[in-house]
């Protein structure tokens, strides 16, 4: 469903992604883990078609997200980085622009508003300017936007960002859920998070794949991904700034 091949992006003469190849099929809740830097933002703006690879191609449900770029956009739930913007609109017009946008009108577009903020239980927050919510809120309100057409792949980079444990909590179990039908790419800093939800663990270090591989190959005798992320990503936790 999701599909790189030797993805590649330079700015200038910085290379930040480095030939990634990865598939992510239906059914799997893959992480995608990684110091800050490392290329995860980078290469999932390359999957969703908002940046251009340098080298390589990326396709979703079989499209190529460049050549085929609205068909593939048809198949994506997109959650970008810190999303931000239309501070004017409350979230019910945002999800109707949303939606609009996405070829949904009338009755289908106010039972896809209903599910969607239902699901990240954002119901009453629909009569709220965006430019007035708290980052948790309007963290809820984005994810809606992604979940909104009920798309078979979802791209979400750290989705519960700024939200409250029991926030925290419900969207993790609504990923659980939905992991059911769709393929999903989550990027977090949160190994916790992984260690719960992910079925399947990417992790990247300057802008290359170090590891590929269920959770449970990864985690020590407790459970914990820390010290698998540490060692593949040559940081030593006693130096968290690394070494001078």
Do not use: Y
Not at 36 to 54: E, I
Not at 55 to 83: Q, S
Not at 101 to 120: C, K, M, P, Q
Not at 162 to 177: F, M, N, S
């Amino acid at each position: 469903m999701i599909e790189a091949l030797g993805l590649t992006m330079r700015f200038g003469h910085r290379t930040v992604v480095e030939g990634l190849s990865f598939r992510v099929e239906r059914g799997e809740l893959c992480a995608f883990l990684g110091r800050n830097g490392a290329g995860k933002t980078t290469t999932m703006r390359m999957l969703a078609g908002v940046l251009r690879p340098s080298g390589g191609t990326a396709r979703v449900d079989g499209r190529d997200v460049i050549a085929e770029r609205r068909a593939a956009a048809a198949a994506i739930g997109f959650l970008p980085e810190a999303a931000t913007g239309f501070s004017r609109l409350t979230v019910g017009e945002f999800l109707r622009f949303c939606g609009e946008s996405r070829g949904l009108a009338g009755s289908a577009l106010a039972a896809a508003i209903d599910r969607a903020t239902g699901l990240v239980h954002a119901r009453e927050a629909c009569g709220a300017l965006m430019g007035e919510l708290s980052k948790g809120w309007r963290q809820r309100a984005w994810l809606a936007q992604a979940l909104l057409p009920d798309p078979p792949v979802l791209i979400l980079d750290e989705p519960t960002d700024g939200l409250d444990p029991v926030e925290r909590a419900r969207i993790r179990a609504l990923l659980r859920q939905v992991a059911e039908n769709k393929a999903i790419l989550l990027s977090t800093h949160v190994l916790e998070e992984a260690e719960e939800v992910a079925t399947r663990v990417l992790l990247v270090e300057r802008g290359r794949i170090v590891a590929d591989a269920v959770p449970a190959d990864l985690v020590d005798e407790r459970g914990r991904l820390g010290p698998a992320f540490h060692r593949l990503a040559g940081h030593d936790p006693e130096f968290p700034l690394g070494r001078p």
